[in-house]
């Protein structure tokens, strides 16, 4: 099993920043990619970023330039460094961890409110 807890969400003003984090643990050999989704209310559930076990990221059109995902091996975390935060980026934002065997593995989720 596979077990994500994120930490890190919270209220902030327009052009604030925030960091999120996700703390993995668990079969964790199975899993060769990690990222984040985010859901607002009444809208589907977005991908914003990946990053695989080798390093390669890839990010939603909507956040280039502002956020940025990376992953600490050591602690085995992912980050998302979120900065120049709008009120669009307003959402649960739900860590994930994908093996290919086993499928998706997610977190709790964490809010993220801008504040205009």
């Known amino acids: 099993q596979v077990q994500l807890v994120e930490s890190g969400g919270g209220l902030v003003q327009a052009g604030g920043s925030l960091r999120l984090s996700c703390a993995v643990s668990?079969?964790?050999?199975?899993?060769?990619?990690m990222g984040w989704y985010r859901q607002a209310p009444g809208k589907q559930r977005e991908l914003v970023a990946t990053i695989t076990s080798s390093g390669y990221t890839n990010s939603a059109d909507s956040i280039k330039g502002r956020f940025t995902i990376s992953r600490d091996n050591a602690k085995n975390t992912v980050y998302l460094q979120m900065n120049s935060l709008k009120p669009d980026d307003t959402a649960v934002y739900y860590c994930y961890g994908f093996a290919p065997t086993r499928g998706y593995y997610w977190g709790q989720g964490t809010q993220v409110t801008v504040s205009s």
């Open positions: 668990g079969s964790i050999f199975s899993i060769n990619a």
